[in-house]
Structures are given as C-alpha cells and as structure tokens.
C-alpha cells in the first residue's frame, strides 16, 4: 500500500469510527429526567420539599405523591396515576410504608429504578409483620395514638422518635400535617416484588428509632441494593436532603459531585 492508499485508509477508519460513535450516542438512553417521591405514614408529600428543590436544580422533573393511607390498593393507584403523567423513563422512590407501595408500583414500565430510604420492601406476598418482628421492635411503635380506625403517633414519640434529629420547631410542623393512617393498612401484602427486577438504591438510616436500622440493613442487603449508610433519625430525606438527592441523582444516572 502506498503512502497515499494508506492515509485514504486512515481517514475512512477515522471516519467510520466517528460515525460509529454518533450512532451509538445516539441509540444510548439519555439520563433519567423524571423522579417520582412517596411519602409514607405519619407524613404527607411536604416532607420531599427539600429533596425535590435539590433535584430540580439538577435539572430533573420531580413530582411527590399525596398518599391517602387509606389502603394499600388505594396508595399504590394513587402512585400509578402521578407516574401516567410522566413522560419517560422514571426513577420510583419511597420513604418508610412507601417501600411497600413502590414494590408494588414499581413494576410499571416507566420505572427504570427504584430507590427506598429507610423504607420497607417486602417480597411479594410476604408477611412484613412477621419479619419486622424477628428485628429489634423501634421506640416509635409505642407512640401510636388510634381513634376511629384511623392512627397516627402521639406529638412525643414523633418530636423524639421519628424525627429526633430535626429541628423541633420545624418537627412540630411535620407532626400538624402528618397523614392518619388506616388500621389495616400495615397489615396488607403486596403481589409484586419490583425490587426483584428493576435496579434498587437504598438509604439506611443508622440511628432510626422507627424502623429498626438492623431491618433496613437485612432488606438493602437481601434486594442486593446499591446501599449508603445516613447518621439519620428515620426523616434523612429532610435532616440530610443532600445526600438522599445525591442517591436519587445517581439512580437516575445523574449523579453530581
């Protein structure tokens, strides 16, 4: 091959190359640009205002869920109809009970990852009680106050308990708009378990007096979870809104440093 023939051969590779390259750019999924946030019980889609402000700045469309903790059946459609409106691939994320609703939800084919911060996530048809229950029982159980088949927990337990870590004055406001939840609905189960197919990320709460760290532990670990310790009361998601929008971002294949 003469000098000429061999640089022609030089540039068409170069070129062929470049071509490749575009169409593989081309072809890959762009990050993730939708995020949809539960709340869980004795909360309301507030206590995601923190987060949500970080993740817009990274330029995601986030979206929180008003969860009427009715039912399981009632929480899991009212997330299928905030994730009907999104347009595109979408990372699920959920927040104590809220594991439970988006193991539930999360099969949906929007939903391209899932995340849980200190948040339940039982196999499908699984008896949460009776697995909790095999884990040290948290504080906060105790501070339950029920009236007319509906719960909540007691100002103490929710100013020491489940958000010990917070501000009190800003806890005391928490506590006022706290969801009441169903008698029943701890006692659903659930007939899928998404964390078993989609990708997971999970926030472990390390001084959780609500649900037991231990618990939190065994669950990221059985889901094979990409898993982040918190020095957190059960609320990281607004004692430590950095570090949970961080893990959030990283799902959605966005991560910053």
């Excluded at 817009?56 to 299928?80: H, I, M, W, Y």
């Excluded at 105790?142 to 337990?157: I, R, S």
């Excluded at 958000?163 to 506590?175: K, Q, S, T």
Aim: positive net charge; hydrophobic residues 45%.
């Amino acid at each position: 091959m003469n000098r000429r023939s061999f640089s022609a051969a030089i540039v068409a590779g170069v070129a062929a190359s470049t071509l490749s390259t575009r169409g593989l750019a081309q072809t890959l999924a762009p990050g993730v640009r939708n995020v949809v946030l539960v709340h869980g019980a004795y909360a309301d889609g507030s206590c995601w205002s923190d987060v949500i402000g970080r993740l817009q700045q990274a330029g995601l469309k986030a979206t929180a869920v008003q969860n009427p903790l009715t039912s399981l059946a009632d929480d899991v459609e009212a997330t299928r109809r905030i994730l009907a409106l999104q347009d595109g691939p979408t990372v699920l994320v959920g927040h104590s009970w809220a594991g439970t609703v988006i193991s539930e939800a999360g099969v949906d084919p929007k939903v391209s990852a899932l995340v849980y911060v200190a948040a339940r996530a039982p196999d499908a048809g699984e008896d949460y009680g009776a697995l909790a229950a095999r884990f040290p029982t948290p504080p906060a159980s105790a501070g339950l106050v029920k009236a007319n088949g509906f719960a909540q927990l007691g100002e103490e337990a929710f100013l020491r308990d489940f958000a010990g870590d917070l501000d009190p004055a800003r806890a005391r406001v928490l506590y006022a708009v706290q969801g009441r939840i169903s008698d029943t609905l701890f006692a659903s189960r659930t007939t899928q378990a998404a964390w078993r197919t989609k990708p997971s990320w999970y926030a472990i709460s390390t001084k959780d007096r609500t649900t037991s760290p231990e618990l939190e532990r065994f669950l990221a670990q059985r889901m094979k979870a990409r898993t982040i310790e918190v020095e957190s009361s059960h609320l990281s998601l607004i004692s430590h809104p950095d570090r949970i929008a961080n893990l959030i971002l990283e799902a959605a294949g966005s991560s910053r440093t």
